[in-house]
């Protein structure tokens, strides 16, 4: 070839990589700047967050920011977040399943994954959970958490909070009746009847309705008992359990639990203590955040020795699921993950009402200043356990258990004075109808 074809070759060649890098450049420049559901190298995926109402208002308003900030460092990925009441909760996600219309990602209650598992609507995270135990990040939750959100050899939820019951008392009334805090049953029904008086005080304060049924639990777990043996079989009427709800029904012949309770819901309880009108409540952490103006006169028992010297709770390890309609499960993992990291200002800045199911998080000082928190994670989390006890795991069914009104209805029986033997069996018979 002769010296101008080779230089003529040469500038053809540079004209073409010269409009070849201008055409990208172009591109790049229509995709970050008109279109702003694009990124520089691929499009956006867009994901739908519900999430339950955890807290106040504030809560709300943090989780919002949250998400803006997941967004802002991950521009390839747009989650739009959807508060999502706890009335009809149920429904409400059923009705979205069904019609082929559920989020990517939520929040939820304890036993929701479980039960939307079963269903084929729920995506595994075994591959998370896989992934954080090769990197020790599944060290920083709290022990059993994980292993409770496992059904059916599959991780169907990753844990992100705790909510327990623990009990409040009036420290006012109890310095009034010169009255030491109970430390066991025995001490707490002789407290209950001693702090009831002619003025309309009664030494404690129980609703009929799901926050009613926490009693029982919590009676009844703190006690050794539990619903069902290791092998899920019910065990509903054990002498434990027996013995717990006997408890109850000998402080209700006392006279020591306010029988209007029997037509109560939870708010009308928790108005009712605020009043003076009840010594005593049971209710999750954050409670005595209603209460600001009473904070010297609200505080927290340590948890109470059982006829046989147990201690226990009943505790709901909370999560984040993924459904398995989403479009895009790797980014939903994505989000997943993060949220999970990146959750501690829905404590410090939103005044979530649960707890972290994070170590790392109970340590910050927002938990170890406050004298509530503190006791719980210190003294009720290291006992608390779930409604499965002493099954390992969870399972659909208790979803059902606690939401069906078996249990709504023993408490409003006993409220009322009924016997708890023969209440208790009415209801074990409508848990064995669930098993079956």
Not at 1 to 25: D, P, R
Not at 30 to 58: H, I, Q, R, Y
Not at 259 to 277: E, L, T, Y
Not at 422 to 430: G, H, L, N, P, V
Request: aromatic residues 12%; glycine residues 8%; charged residues 25%.
């Amino acid at each position: 070839m002769s010296k101008k074809g080779t230089l003529l070759l040469f500038f053809l060649i540079l004209a073409v990589f010269t409009i070849t890098g201008c055409s990208n450049h172009s591109s790049t420049d229509d995709s970050s700047a008109p279109d702003s559901s694009k990124s520089t190298n691929s499009e956006v995926v867009n994901l739908d967050f519900w999430d339950m109402v955890w807290g106040p208002p504030e809560y709300i308003e943090t989780a919002k920011k949250q998400v803006e900030k997941f967004n802002k460092e991950h521009p390839n990925i747009q989650v739009k977040y959807q508060s999502t009441p706890w009335s009809n909760w149920y429904q409400t996600f059923s009705t979205a399943i069904a019609s082929g219309t559920a989020p990517d990602i939520s929040t939820g209650a304890g036993y929701q994954a479980f039960q939307f598992y079963d269903q084929g609507a729920i995506l595994p995270i075994d591959d998370v959970i896989e992934e954080w135990e090769a990197e020790g990040k599944l060290d920083d939750f709290f022990p059993g958490t994980i292993d409770t959100l496992k059904y059916d050899d599959h991780y169907v939820s990753l844990p992100w909070g705790l909510d327990l019951r623990v009990y409040y008392y009036r420290k006012d009334f109890f310095a009034e009746a010169g009255i030491e805090v109970p430390t066991n049953f025995d001490e707490l029904r002789a407290a209950a009847k001693a702090l009831t008086n002619d003025s309309g005080r009664y030494g404690l304060i129980t609703p009929s309705d799901t926050g009613g049924t926490h009693y029982l639990f919590q009676l009844m777990l703190n006690n050794g008992g539990g619903l069902f043996t290791e092998d899920k079989k019910v065990d509903f009427m054990n002498e434990r359990n027996v013995e717990a709800l006997q408890l109850y029904g000998d402080m209700v012949k006392d006279g020591s639990v306010n029988p209007a309770g029997a037509g109560m819901v939870g708010d009308d309880a928790i108005k009712s203590f605020g009043q003076g009108d009840a010594a005593m409540i049971l209710e999750g952490p954050g409670f005595k955040n209603r209460f600001p103006e009473m904070e010297d006169k609200i505080e927290v028992m340590s948890p109470l020795e059982g006829f046989n010297g147990d201690k226990g709770t009943v505790m709901w390890v909370n999560n984040l699921m993924i459904y398995k309609e989403t479009k895009h499960p790797e980014e939903a993992k994505t989000f997943l993950k993060w949220w999970s990291e990146n959750s501690l200002p829905l404590w410090k800045e939103g005044n979530l009402e649960q707890l972290s199911a994070r170590k790392s998080f109970s340590e910050d000082a927002y938990f170890q200043d406050n004298p509530v928190t503190k006791i719980v994670y210190d003294e009720y989390v290291p006992v608390g356990k779930t409604t499965g006890a002493h099954t390992n795991g969870a399972f659909p069914e208790l979803n059902e258990i606690e939401g069906e009104g078996l249990m709504q209805t023993l408490t409003q029986r006993l409220i009322m004075g009924e016997d708890p033997v023969e209440s208790m069996k009415i209801a074990e018979q409508k848990i064995k109808e669930i098993m079956e």
